[in-house]
């Protein structure tokens, strides 16, 4: 973020994470590009101790990532290194209530979250990028649910849901279904992106969407934000994705004993 963050320090360096805070515009940056920014436990624990802090003060979060991609997806090696040390999914429930824990931070925010989208969006980066208000990519951006052709169900941090709220369940089954990549001007037209640029002009279409936000009065925007999250919950009756670690357990357990066994 170069030029949004120009001469900024981070202000807070984690494991996983770097973050900048200018004045009420704090940004959270993924930084394991060498790992294509893969989701792990340690961050989305990282994510939990910045997001549930909630300094009043902030009215804007940008979640961005560091290196060519935002975020490749969840990290199919811990996956398996939680059902090495517990065959009956202990592990792969509890990092699976991390993300949606994660995902509804992003969402329930009091500060308007901004996704700002840099090459591969894969699986769960997907899903973080979708938890956010507003999300603008770069016009070479790709996304892709590749969870199915993995063995896997698309069950990591409410992401169905949301992705059929915005984009409709016809467009979404296709996508789960085929697994196929698509790329930002169709993530465009899906809402998935709501603004495609290239991507010199990242930041500034971040800065041209902060730069409103951060003069609205902090009660009235909090209280709309409250607002519209109240009101697309509405369109989500059935949202079941509560259930997601237990079936992302249920699959990932049947499967390693099938292999086992085998």
Do not use: Y
């Amino acid at each position: 973020m170069s030029a949004l963050l120009a001469g900024l320090p981070a202000d807070r360096t984690l494991k996983t994470l770097r973050t900048h805070r200018r004045g009420p515009l704090l940004a959270i940056e993924l930084n394991v590009p060498e790992q294509g920014n893969a989701v792990t436990d340690a961050m989305l624990d990282d994510l939990l101790t910045v997001l549930d802090e909630q300094d009043p003060a902030v009215r804007v979060v940008v979640l961005a990532a560091a290196g060519d991609d935002f975020c490749l997806g969840g990290d199919r090696a811990e996956f398996a290194e939680h059902l090495a040390h517990d065959p009956t999914g202990g592990g792969i429930r509890a990092s699976g209530t991390r993300a949606r824990r994660v995902c509804d931070a992003l969402t329930s925010h009091p500060a308007v979250t901004i996704a700002r989208v840099q090459g591969k969006a894969i699986g769960a980066g997907l899903a973080l990028a979708l938890a956010c208000d507003l999300r603008v990519g770069a016009d070479t951006a790709t996304f892709r649910l590749p969870e199915l052709a993995l063995g896997l169900p698309a069950a990591w941090g409410g992401l169905l849901p949301r992705l059929i709220s915005e984009a409709g369940a016809a467009r979404v089954r296709e996508l789960v279904l085929t697994g196929r990549s698509f790329g930002a001007h169709e993530a465009q037209h899906l809402s998935v992106l709501q603004k495609v640029v290239p991507e010199a002009d990242l930041d500034a279409a971040v800065t041209d969407w902060a730069k409103p936000v951060l003069r609205r009065p902090a009660p009235a925007l909090r209280v709309t934000k409250a607002l519209l999250n109240s009101l697309t919950a509405s369109t989500r009756l059935a949202d079941a994705s509560v259930l997601d670690p237990e079936l992302m357990a249920a699959v990932l357990t049947e499967t390693h004993h099938a292999r086992t066994v085998g």
